[in-house]
């Protein structure tokens, strides 16, 4: 094959992979990333995961669920969005309760939409030992950490008490809330919803994101509040595809 016919064959099938890259490939290529901060040997290893959205599809479940228990984390923490329909609830929490760590989690807009039983949720994530969080927050057990779970009902701006005498890490589903919570400062904030935009184009980014994301699409932000880390979920909504955005599992050790 000549060079100049080698590369129109590039140019050609270069869409092709691409989308057959977005249909099939990345949708169930689940990555982990090691974050590490602060300096000397960590004491706690949390693990984020967010953005479900189960459909039934359990065996994709089940082998996030697995890969999280092989890394032995300190605690769990989910930032919205576990189900698409009420109808696979059961499923979810289910699998949800094989989770091998304290489990702390809050909802998002989508598990309001679904009309989920929130009191089944609860049940779950206290099985665990952890906690499903509406504005509400929990010190771990071992008295170091304090969970902070924000329900996503209100834009309005607000202020959540910290605990001086520990790190204090916030769950929310909307990252673009970030900016609304008053003179909070935290240690981490974790967040959901963006999907890291699903379909991101080189050297350009996100296609589209939905709404209360801002500029927080995906990674890590510097803020007022605090650090901000925005999850690109395991899910997707409302198609499935992934384009240069693999779905995630975050650790954090500190």
Not at 17 to 26: I, N
């Amino acid at each position: 094959m000549t060079r100049r016919r080698f590369l129109a064959a590039a140019v050609l099938a270069s869409p092709l992979l691409a989308g057959a890259d977005a249909k099939w490939l990345e949708p169930g290529w689940v990555k982990t990333r090691l974050i590490r901060t602060g300096n000397g040997k960590p004491s706690h290893r949390l693990v984020h995961f967010t953005d479900v959205h189960h459909k039934g599809d359990r065996g994709y479940l089940l082998s996030v669920i697995n890969k999280i228990n092989a890394l032995s984390p300190d605690l769990v923490c989910f930032t919205g969005d576990l189900i698409e329909e009420k109808k696979y609830l059961a499923e979810a929490l289910e699998i949800f309760g094989k989770i091998k760590s304290p489990f702390y989690g809050v909802p998002g807009n989508h598990d309001y939409w679904s009309r989920a039983p929130f009191d089944d949720i609860a049940k779950c994530f206290a099985g665990t030992g952890g906690a499903w969080l509406q504005d509400e927050q929990r010190v771990t057990a071992d008295g170091k950490l304090n969970i902070i779970g924000a329900a996503c009902l209100s834009t309005k701006q607000r202020t959540i008490s910290v605990e001086p005498a520990t790190r204090n890490i916030l769950l929310m589903h909307y990252p673009a809330w970030v900016e609304k919570l008053g003179n909070s400062a935290f240690d981490l904030v974790l967040a959901g919803h963006s999907h890291g935009g699903q379909v991101r184009i080189p050297f350009y980014g996100a296609v589209i994101v939905p709404f209360g994301v801002g500029r927080y699409v995906m990674g890590m932000f510097h803020t007022a509040a605090g650090r901000l880390y925005v999850n690109p979920g395991i899910g997707w909504f409302p198609v499935p595809i992934r384009f240069n955005c693999r779905p995630e599992i975050t650790v954090f050790e500190f």
